[in-house]
C-alpha cells in the first residue's frame, strides 16, 4: 500500500517525461493494484476459515462443552452441547471439550463375584468351582455373619452436574464405580447370609442403593441415581447344601400348608355336627313340647266327659285302648277260671329271643 | 489518508495479538497453575479457570497441573486384625493436589509419582488401623456394633495426617474399602463352617415343620372336640328349656289328677303292647270277662 503510495508521489515529481513513464508506470500500477486484490481475497479467505473452522459437530453418543478462556461457558445442564453442528470461537479463544457421555450412565460392581468372562456368562455356563477362593482372582463379599457370598451390582444413573463430573474428577466414572463397590461391601457386612439372600432381598438392594446415594453425595461426584440392581448368590462350591436348604424350607412350608388343610377339615366337620346336635336338640324341644300341649290338649278335652262319669269313662276307654293293643299283639292266651275258683299257676320259661331253634320250643305250659 | 489508518488499526492487531500471546496464559476448569518469577513461585496458585497476566519467558513461567480428583486404589496385601484373624483389604481413594506450590517440587508436577508416595502412606495407615480392630468391627448385624464407616475414617485420617506433615499438597478427598476377603487356606475353613450352619438349619426346618405341623393338628382336634361338647352342651339345655315349658302342662293335670295318670297308663299300656308281646288272660280282665259272664239288665249277684 505505501508502494502505490509512494509511486503516485512521484508521479508529480516529475511530469517532465509524460508518455514512456506514464506507460511504464501505469503498468505497474495495474500489477499492483492487481495482486494487491488478490491478496485482500486471499485475507478474506483467510479470516473466513477462521471463522469457519469453529464449526465442529456433536456425535450421538456425546455431549461437548466450550470452554472460553479455560472457563466452561454455561452453567449446569446448560452447559452442556448436544448432538449436531455448533460453533464457537478458534483457539485460543474458545476450547471444545467432547465428553462421551449418554443420556444414563451404566456402572457395574463385579469386586463380589468370582471370575467370569463374558463369554460364560452369555452362554450361562460355569466352570467347575474349586474348594477354595483364590482372594486374587474370586471376589466375594463377607457377611455380617461372617460367611462368604457373591454379589453383584449394576447402577443406573445420570449426570446432574455436569461440570463437577468431567472436571471434577480424573475419571468419574471410576469413582462412582468405587462408591458402588463400596456400598456392596458395606451393606453385605452389615446382613445376615440368610437376609441376603432369601429373607430380605429387597432390603438388602435398597440399602446398597442408598449407601452409593450417600456416598455420591458425600463426594460430590454431580449425579443423580436412577435404579441399582443387586445380584448374589451362595458360593458355587456349597451350592448343593444350599439347595437342601430350599428344600428343606419348601417341605416344612409343604407339612404346615397339609397341617392347615386338616385343621379345615377338622373344625369344619367339627362344627357340621354341632350345628346338626343342635337342630336335633331343637327339633326334640319342639316335637316334645307339641306332644305335651297335644296331651295337655286332649285332656282338657276329656276331663268334661270323664268328671259326668269317671268309672263309666274308664271303662269305655279302658275296653277301647286294648281293643286297639290286642289287634297288634301277636300272642294271645286266655285262662280261663279254674273250677274250684282257686287260681291257677303258670310257669314261664322267658327266653324268647331268639327264637329261630327248634329244641328250645318249650313253650309256656300252662299247668294246673 | 483512510488507507493509512487501515494500516495501522491492523498493524496495531497484529502487535496485540502477538503481546497477548507472549502476556497472557489460560487455566482450564480443571487445572490449577503456579506462575513462578525467575524460578521462585509466586504468591499464590491460581485455582479459577480464565485468562490471566504474566511477564514473558524469561522473566515469568507458568506450570500447570490437573486439580481434578484422581482415583487411586492401593494393592491387596494381608493384614491382621486385632483378633489375629488375617484378612486381605484393598482400599481406594479419591485425591486432589490442594496445594500446587508444595506439590510441585516434591513430585515434580506428576501424578504417578505422587500416588506411589500415596501408596506406601496408604499401606502403613491401612495396616496399623486394621490391627487395632476386630473382625467383628469390619462385619456385624447390629449397626452400633459395626464400625466400617469408623475404620475407613481412621485410616483416612491417619492419611491425612502424613501428607500434612510432610506437606505434600495432597488432600484426600475420600477413602473406602473396596474390598475385604480372607486369605484362600481360610476360605476353605469358612465353607466348612457354612456347610455346618446349613445343615444344621435343614435339621431345624425339619423339626420345627413337623412340631408347627403337629401343633396344628392337635389343636384343630381339640377345637373340634371342644365345639361339639359345646353343642351337646347347648343341646342339653334347649331340652332342658323344652321340659321347662311342659311344666305348664301339669298345671293343666292338676285340674284332675287322677284322669291325668289314668291316661297316662292307657298311653304307657297301648305303646307297651306291640307286635311281640304275649299276653295272658283271665276272665277278670276286660274285655274277656265277656267269656265268663254276659251283661244282664238285672244288676247281677255273680262276682
Known amino acids: 500500500m505505501s508502494d502505490k503510495h ?77 448432538a449436531g453442528l455448533h460453533w464457537s470461537f478458534p483457539y485460543p479463544i474458545d476450547e471444545v471439550v467432547k465428553i462421551p457421555i449418554t443420556e444414563q450412565q451404566i456402572v457395574s460392581s463385579t469386586v463380589g463375584w468370582y471370575f467370569t468372562t463374558p463369554e460364560q456368562e452369555l452362554s450361562g455356563e460355569e466352570i467347575p468351582a474349586g474348594t477354595t477362593l483364590n482372594p486374587a482372582v474370586d471376589g466375594y463379599v463377607l457377611t455380617a455373619d461372617h460367611n462368604i457370598i457373591h454379589a453383584r451390582a449394576t447402577l443406573r444413573y445420570h449426570i446432574d452436574d455436569p461440570i463437577r463430573y468431567v472436571f471434577g474428577f480424573a475419571s468419574a466414572s471410576n469413582t462412582v464405580q468405587n462408591a458402588l463397590n463400596n456400598a456392596l461391601l458395606f451393606t453385605a457386612a452389615s446382613f445376615n447370609v440368610d437376609d441376603i439372600l432369601f429373607n430380605r432381598v429387597d432390603e438388602f438392594r435398597e440399602a446398597v442403593q442408598q449407601r452409593v446415594t450417600d456416598l455420591a453425595e458425600q463426594e460430590q461426584l454431580g449425579i443423580v441415581i436412577e435404579q441399582c440392581d443387586v445380584e448374589s448368590r451362595p458360593p458355587r462350591q456349597l451350592q448343593s447344601v444350599f439347595d437342601q436348604v430350599t428344600d428343606a424350607r419348601v417341605n416344612r412350608d409343604k407339612a404346615l400348608i397339609d397341617a392347615h388343610s386338616y385343621e379345615n377339615q377338622v373344625t369344619n ?17 319342639t316335637n316334645y313340647v307339641a306332644s305335651i300341649t297335644a296331651e295337655a290338649r286332649r285332656f282338657s278335652d276329656l276331663l268334661p266327659q270323664y268328671e259326668s262319669n269317671p268309672a263309666l269313662f274308664a271303662q269305655v276307654t279302658f275296653v277301647k285302648a286294648m281293643g286297639e293293643a290286642l289287634t297288634n299283639v301277636q300272642d294271645k292266651i286266655y285262662l280261663s277260671q279254674r273250677a274250684d275258683g282257686q287260681p291257677r299257676q303258670l310257669r314261664l320259661l322267658l327266653n324268647r329271643e331268639p327264637p329261630a331253634p327248634k329244641q328250645e320250643t318249650s313253650p309256656e305250659t300252662p299247668e294246673d | 489518508m483512510k488507507r493509512n489508518l487501515l494500516t495501522l488499526v491492523i498493524g496495531a492487531m497484529l502487535v496485540v495479538i502477538f503481546a497477548l500471546l507472549l502476556f497472557v496464559f489460560q487455566v482450564r476448569q480443571s487445572e490449577v497453575a503456579i506462575v513462578t518469577t525467575f524460578g521462585k513461585p509466586t504468591a499464590n496458585p491460581i485455582t479459577e479457570p480464565g485468562a490471566y497476566f504474566k511477564w514473558p519467558w524469561p522473566i515469568q513461567n507458568v506450570y500447570k497441573f490437573d486439580k481434578r480428583v484422581q482415583n487411586f486404589e492401593d494393592k491387596f496385601n494381608e493384614t491382621p486384625t486385632a483378633d489375629s484373624v488375617m484378612i486381605i483389604v484393598t482400599i481406594y481413594t479419591g485425591w486432589e493436589i490442594s496445594d500446587a506450590r508444595e506439590f510441585y517440587p516434591k513430585f515434580l508436577g506428576s501424578v504417578p509419582a505422587a500416588q506411589r508416595t500415596l501408596e506406601s502412606i496408604m499401606r502403613n495407615a491401612k495396616n496399623a488401623v486394621v490391627a487395632s480392630h476386630n473382625l467383628s468391627d469390619f462385619v456385624n448385624s447390629d449397626p452400633q456394633q459395626l464400625k466400617f464407616d469408623q475404620i475407613q475414617d481412621e485410616i483416612k485420617s491417619h492419611v491425612q495426617a502424613e501428607l500434612s506433615t510432610n506437606d505434600y499438597g495432597i488432600k484426600l478427598d475420600f477413602l473406602g474399602f473396596k474390598k475385604i476377603e480372607l486369605p484362600e487356606s481360610v476360605s476353605a475353613t469358612v465353607f466348612t463352617r457354612m456347610t455346618a450352619e446349613r445343615q444344621q438349619i435343614i435339621n431345624s426346618l425339619q423339626y420345627d415343620g413337623e412340631r408347627q405341623a403337629s401343633e396344628i393338628k392337635s389343636a384343630a382336634d381339640r377345637q373340634a372336640v371342644g365345639v361339639i361338647n359345646n353343642a351337646t352342651a347347648d343341646a342339653i339345655r334347649i331340652k332342658g328349656e323344652g321340659e321347662a315349658a311342659s311344666i305348664s302342662a301339669l298345671k293343666i293335670y292338676e285340674q284332675n289328677p287322677e284322669l291325668a295318670i289314668y291316661l297316662q297308663s292307657l298311653d304307657t299300656l297301648q305303646k307297651s303292647l306291640n307286635q311281640k308281646t304275649t299276653l295272658i288272660f283271665d276272665e277278670r280282665t276286660p274285655p274277656f270277662n265277656l267269656f265268663s259272664h254276659l251283661p244282664t239288665n238285672s244288676p247281677s249277684s255273680n262276682p
Do not use: C, Y
Not at chain 1, 367339627?270 to 327339633?283: G, H, K, L, Y
Open chain 1, 6 to 82: 509512494d509511486h503516485h508521489d512521484h508521479d508529480a515529481h516529475e511530469p517532465s517525461s509524460p508518455e514512456a513513464q506514464d506507460a511504464g508506470s501505469q503498468a505497474l500500477s495495474e500489477a499492483l493494484r492487481s495482486s494487491f486484490a488478490i491478496v485482500k481475497i486471499v485475507m478474506g479467505l483467510m479470516v473466513l476459515a477462521f471463522f469457519s473452522s469453529g464449526f465442529f459437530t456433536v456425535g450421538p453418543q456425546e455431549k461437548a462443552v466450550i470452554l472460553r478462556f479455560g472457563k466452561p461457558v454455561g452453567e449446569g445442564q446448560k452447559a452442556l452441547l448436544n
Open chain 1, 269 to 285: 366337620g367339627a362344627s357340621a355336627t354341632a350345628v346338626s346336635i343342635i337342630d336335633r336338640a331343637e327339633a326334640d324341644r
